[in-house]
């Protein structure tokens, strides 16, 4: 079932890169760039997730926070974290199922059978819990358009 603009964003909960376990609700009351990458360490997502880490102050001025998830484990994503010092939470959805709550599967990442990734995407999560903005991509290998993100969270 696909997530929309105006529904409330499923809640989900995730273990970080030091296996604590990470809700939705944990980040209410400011707005949530809920951004999945395809995969830690995969060139496009390093531009995103670096993207995002060097926007941070500008992001958390207008009144938001930044959470990414993939269905990488935590030991991946805590490897990554660290190479790029990533400094807002990446999410293990190691089994895929917020991701699929999401509706954001690629269930065959670059041709692989049965490969799954999240597709790339950004999800914006008002303080009311309801998505305000919503941009996913069938290609992998494009980036969401981060001023774009900016201007909306203005």
Not at 54 to 63: A, Q, R, Y
Not at 136 to 149: G, R, T
Request: aromatic residues 12%; contains cysteine.
């Amino acid at each position: 079932m696909s997530v929309n603009v105006g529904d409330i964003a499923p809640n989900f909960e995730l273990p970080d890169i030091d296996l604590k376990m990470r809700t939705l609700n944990e980040f209410k009351g400011k707005k949530i760039i809920l951004s999945f990458f395809v995969a830690a360490s995969s060139p496009i997502c390093e531009n995103e997730m670096c993207n995002f880490r060097d926007s941070w102050k500008e992001i958390s001025n207008l009144g938001a926070q930044v959470v990414a998830i993939s269905n990488d484990g935590p030991f991946a994503n805590k490897a990554f974290a660290q190479k790029h010092n990533l400094n807002f939470p990446l999410l293990a959805d190691y089994n895929s199922k917020t991701i699929r709550d999401y509706d954001v599967l690629m269930p065959h990442l670059l041709h692989i059978k049965d490969y799954n990734a999240a597709k790339r995407s950004v999800f914006i999560i008002m303080e009311d819990g309801k998505i305000g903005y919503k941009w996913v991509s069938e290609d992998p290998l494009k980036e969401p358009n981060y001023e774009e993100i900016k201007k909306f969270l203005k």
